[in-house]
């Protein structure tokens, strides 16, 4: 039995002081206590961002998804959906009293750019039927600059001047369209038959 108590007594030794009374009490108390971390303070768990509603489409004509039918502008595209909601954040109404209009970018080496009307309350956007607008082709037939858009907040009509593409059809000259219960009429397209 001595020889189990031996490792036991070094062991007490070394601590300074198992056997209690003062010696131990002594040892014990010149020994300082670990320092003791700080609580945690509970934190509640960091609150998601609001989620926004999406951007709804109202086409007004025959669409496939959210491209007029044989459309190849997908209105509905990360980049479309994107600028769309930028525009929502940034912009005030600036068209028919409640809309903003926003012209996007479609195939910029030919100044061709797609045009929407969005209602920021309701979150709805309405693209004119058409896949672009540009300037007058030039010499060789391409644009040489932007369309012209005429519109302004007391109206309910947007006007272009140069070309417009739809449905594989380019034409030059000034078109207007007027949006009333959510399509765009006026100047006939194809995408509009």
């Not at 593409?165 to 100047?187: M, P, Q």
Request: charged letters at 25%; hydrophobic letters at 40%.
């Amino acid at each position: 039995m001595k020889a189990n108590l031996a490792p036991v007594l070094l062991l007490c030794l070394i601590a300074a002081g198992c056997g209690g009374g003062q010696e131990g009490a002594a040892a014990a108390a010149a020994v300082p206590p670990p320092a003791a971390e700080p609580p945690v303070a509970e934190r509640p768990a960091p609150e998601p961002p609001p989620v926004q509603a999406k951007v709804g489409l109202e086409m007004g004509y025959r669409s496939e998804g959210c491209s007029f039918q044989y459309s190849p502008v997908d209105f509905c595209d990360e980049r479309h959906l994107a600028l769309i909601d930028e525009a929502i954040a940034t912009r005030k109404p600036d068209f028919n009293r409640r809309y903003i209009l926003l012209s996007i970018p479609e195939w910029p080496d030919y100044h061709q750019e797609s045009v929407v009307a969005i209602d920021p309350a309701a979150r709805k956007a309405y693209p004119v039927p058409i896949d672009a607008y540009s300037g007058p082709g030039g010499e060789s037939g391409e644009p040489a600059a932007r369309g012209k858009l005429t519109y302004a907040l007391d109206s309910d009509r947007i006007c272009i001047e140069g070309a417009i593409l739809a449905y594989k059809v380019v034409k030059d000259g000034s078109f207007c369209f007027v949006l009333r219960d959510g399509r765009f009429t006026g100047y006939k397209t194809a995408y509009m038959e």
